[in-house]
């Protein structure tokens, strides 16, 4: 057996330097991440940015072209996935379709030679765990999706992993029946202790479930923290603009020390901090768009605006200002469309505290 790694208070999993490249393309440039026991992970990014090759290679499907993989302080990074303390649940569920749901469940003790009486009890206790009771006959084409889903997942949890690696298992799923099976996993696996690294390109759902959420980049980590941070406190545009709607204001130093734009009249200034400041220094605020609140021209620093659009998604309203050539975005809560109508004239505002000013190094 592969020595532990050095180290005391190890990570559940250490992924250190881990890098891969597919010809002049770099899936991973050198990723480093530690999550903890009991922790759910959520990788979050676009296509391309490396979140599935990054978990294909924690699960030994993908040899990384350098770095370390280690899981309970063993490298593993050389050991093929049966040899790993995790389980994988895939987009398609990879279920068997001539087994039975108990036979799909099972497979995986039945495998491993335990005794057939002990792996009915197994599989009968993994069915009630996500809720299946009495489906052990059934096959997977009697089955509905989100009750494949949970077959997938009884089957990996069957087996007791350390971890479990879920390849955006819910993305076949329809819209309600996705957001029930979010909080289904979530409390499933509070109840378990059982790490999750969950991969999405869905922000909403990364903010849904996980204790902390990875943004990826370009196959690097752009920004690591739990969902609150991420959404108040991104640490550059990109992330800015893929979690949430995000209003992004060029902001240039004045000589008094503050940061100041212009938008459509109305000064927008916030206090400059950090190295590096002086007059012309730019940076980058952030406005989220529920920050955004409609105002009357009395009101001081107040933007003049032309609604552009109104998109009503039922419990909100987002609607999209042209302010003097910078475009804007607010978001309304509750029955609001009436209130606009693009083409018409208005005013906004927000509190000085809501605007958020990337760090230097993101401007």
Sequence with gaps: ????????????????DVAKRYGRVAALAGVSLEIGQGEFVALLGPSGCGKTTLLRCIAGFVAPDSGMIAIDGIDVTALPPHRRPLNTV????????HM???????????????????IAREVDAALAMVGLDGFAPRRPSQLSGGQQQRVALARALINRPRLLLLDEPLGA????????MQLEL?????????TFVFVTHDQEEAMTMADRIVVMEGGSI?????ATEIYARPCSRFVAGFIGEANLLDLVADPDGRLRARIGGAAIVAPLSGSGSGVGLSRVGML???ALRPATAD?????AATVTDVVDTGGQVLVHLDAAGIALMMRRLGDARAAFAAGQRIHVAWSPEALHVLPEQAG
């Design 100 to 118: 039975t749901v108990a036979e799909n469940v099972g497979y995986g003790p039945a495998r491993r030679g335990v005794p057939r009486a002990e």
């Design 90 to 97: 895939f987009q398609n569920y990879a279920l068997f379709p």
């Design 299 to 303: 009101v001081p620093d107040a933007v």
């Design 222 to 226: 752009a920004q690591a923290g739990p």
């Design 186 to 194: 979530k409390r499933l696996q509070a109840r378990l202790g059982i």
């Design 1 to 16: 057996m592969t020595a532990p790694v050095a180290g005391a208070a190890l990570p559940l999993l250490d992924i250190r």
């Design 288 to 290: 989220r768009a529920e």
């Design 173 to 180: 799923l329809d819209l309600k029946l996705r957001k029930q």
